[in-house]
Nanobody, 126 residues
């Protein structure tokens, strides 16, 4: 069993930055696929970024050049650095971990992940 806990959310002005963290306990996630998703009020959950088992990273088009995902194996933690935030980035952000072989094959699909965190609220507003 894996527990995931996100942190780092908050209120930020447009153009500002936040760094989300997702700490895992119960199992090492260094060899897993790790995804970041978000869900805005009234919207479906959408893919943001993912780190494959190989270490390669994918991003949704709307965050390319602004967000950076990274993995800290020593701390069993992943991060999402978010820069140049926009009001449209307001959402609850979730991290997810997948250990299956196909988790890295389809990293943008939430069906690829086995464990999810509770989410952290990010609000971008002036």
């Amino acid at each position: 069993q894996v527990q995931l806990e996100e942190s780092g959310g908050g209120l930020v002005q447009p153009g500002g930055s936040l760094r989300l963290s997702c700490a895992a306990t119960g199992r090492k996630i260094g060899s897993s696929a790790v995804g970041w998703f978000r869900q805005a009020p009234g919207e479906v959950r959408e893919f943001v970024a993912a780190i494959r088992r190989s270490g390669s990273i994918s991003y949704a088009d709307f965050v390319k050049g602004r967000f950076t995902a990274s993995r800290d194996g020593a701390k069993n933690t992943v991060h999402l650095q978010m820069n140049s935030l926009k009001t449209a980035d307001t959402a609850v952000y979730y991290c997810a971990v997948g250990f299956r072989g196909d988790s890295s094959a389809y990293p943008s699909s939430d069906a690829s992940y086995d464990y999810w965190g509770q989410g952290t609220q990010v609000t971008v507003s002036s």
